[in-house]
Antibody, heavy 119, light 109 residues
Framework: EVQLVQSGAEVKKPGESLKISCKGSGYSFTSYWIGWVRQMPGKGLEWMGIIYPGDSDTRYSPSFQGQVTISADKSISTAYLQWSSLKASDTAMYYC????????????WGQGTLVTVSS | QSVLTQPPSASGTPGQRVTISCSGS????????VNWYQQLPGTAPKLLIYSNNQRPSGVPDRFSGSKSGTSASLAISGLQSEDEADYYC??????????FGGGTKLTVL
């Protein structure tokens, strides 16, 4: 059974750093892209970027380029999304999801990680 | 403002057929396939339709998708109360990113 299990909810202060994770199991982790999708409170889905764990090829949405870093450790089948300096506007639910093609067809999703940034 | 345009809301009564539209441009829907997602309240999105009109295993055939030019549609026939959810279209854009519609909240009256 394919599963993506994300790390737990985080409460951080503005300016702090954060790295959230997404662990894949039940499939060949290095053969599928993993994307990250943001959903701000009460809002729609936004594609942040995607990584191919097999060779760490990474693509970012222009809206998120330079704002976050996407990485993966194939030895432990885990992808990451990190911030160096959080803002209140980063408060959102973040989902990871797999895609075979690297396009917009995300077939398996994690349960989401809620990030709250507040002073 | 989302790159793909969806109506913010739609509604229908049980048993009815409803359609949700998704309008894009030549750089996304016009040249790439469309996928649809269903997001039930408080849950992660679920892939409902891929490659314009294909259903993943387990998705009822009450759900169907179509694409024409720079627009796509999701149709739900035999509407059921459990279909009440948010629906999103998505496509690859030739600017090298995935774009989503703003979402349509479906209410079953």
């Amino acid at each position: 059974e394919v599963q993506l299990v994300q790390s737990g909810a985080e409460v951080k202060k503005p300016g702090e750093s954060l790295k959230i994770s997404c662990k894949g199991s039940g499939y060949s982790f290095t053969s599928y892209w993993i994307g990250w999708v943001r959903q701000m409170p009460g809002k729609g889905l936004e594609w942040m970027g995607i990584i191919y764990p097999g060779d760490s090829d990474t693509r970012y949405s222009p809206s998120f380029q330079g704002q976050v870093t996407i990485s993966a450790d194939k030895s432990i089948s885990t992808a990451y999304l990190q911030w160096s300096s959080l803002k209140a506007s980063d408060t959102a639910m973040y989902y990871c999801a797999t895609s075979y093609s690297g396009s917009s067809d995300f077939d398996y999703w994690g349960q989401g990680t809620l990030v709250t940034v507040s002073s | 403002q989302s790159v793909l345009t969806q109506p913010p809301s739609a509604s229908g009564t049980p048993g009815q057929r409803v359609t949700i539209s998704c309008s894009g441009s030549s750089s996304n829907i016009g040249s790439n396939t469309v996928n649809w997602y269903q997001q039930l309240p408080g849950t992660a999105p679920k892939l409902l339709i891929y490659s314009n009109n294909q259903r993943p295993s387990g998705v009822p055939d009450r759900f169907s998708g179509s694409k024409s030019g720079t627009s796509a549609s999701l149709a739900i026939s035999g509407l059921q109360s459990e279909d009440e959810a948010d629906y999103y279209c998505a496509a690859w854009d030739d600017s090298l990113s995935v774009v989503f519609g703003g979402g349509t909240k479906l209410t079953v009256l």
